[in-house]
């Protein structure tokens, strides 16, 4: 999403390093796999700086990789579902976002066609666009969003065990929406979703970001 400001610390850089080092068991990425990661977990949890992290600490072992995330693939502008949501919080869930869109992106990855369009949202703008990346040279992409796993494309899951009421600060500092009874029932609902995701993860981070399980 243009307008996203991501700021990485020791602990993701080092959170990063710890899955890599999972992650380099299990996978030869010295033979440049076209690997998709995806990342879940709740708002706030840290999924963005993970997955940056995760970027940042691969492409210093010349591992070229691509992040994508979720919230560039809602069907409806930001401030517009938020709006929708308001209306009714049976608009809140899975179907608010284009999982086949991703999926298909997932695919053409994987199966190395050169160039992927994708939606391409800005906040500020209210807007959602298109982008068209050239993914020819990336051998991994690193996908983080509360919804992904319910796409069956990932070579490797990561699971956040923080829920929306660990993050209440994170959310506080990002959420661009008025902290409210209203928001804190929308993250319950999502909540209710994503605690399925945890068992179905390669790998769980603790609250620290730490590995904590691992079901490789």
Do not use: W
């Amino acid at each position: 999403m243009i307008g996203d400001i991501i700021e990485l610390k020791e602990k993701h850089l080092a959170s990063a390093r710890d899955i890599i080092a999972i992650l380099k068991k299990e996978i030869p990425l010295e033979s440049r796999p076209k690997l998709a990661i995806g990342i879940a977990g709740e708002s706030g949890s840290g999924k963005s700086v993970t997955a940056f992290a995760l970027q940042k600490m691969l492409e210093e072992d010349q591992v070229k990789c691509l992040v994508l995330q979720m919230d560039d693939y809602f069907k409806l502008p930001p401030r517009t579902n938020h709006e929708n949501r308001l209306r009714s919080l049976s608009n809140v869930g899975i179907h608010e976002v284009d999982l086949e869109k991703l999926a298909q992106n997932l695919i053409d990855f994987k199966d190395r066609v050169s160039e992927i369009q994708k939606p391409l949202v800005s906040y500020n703008e209210n807007s959602i666009g298109t982008e068209k990346i050239d993914v020819s040279a990336y051998d991994v992409v690193i996908v983080e969003g509360t919804y992904i796993f319910e796409v069956d494309r990932f070579d490797f899951k990561i699971f956040i065990d923080r829920d929306y009421k660990d993050t209440y600060e994170n959310r506080m500092k990002r959420n661009r929406d008025e902290q409210s009874e209203f928001v804190e029932q929308v993250l319950n609902i999502e909540h209710q979703i994503i605690r399925n995701y945890k068992n179905n993860a390669d790998l769980v981070l603790g609250k620290n970001y730490e590995p904590v399980n691992t079901n490789l």
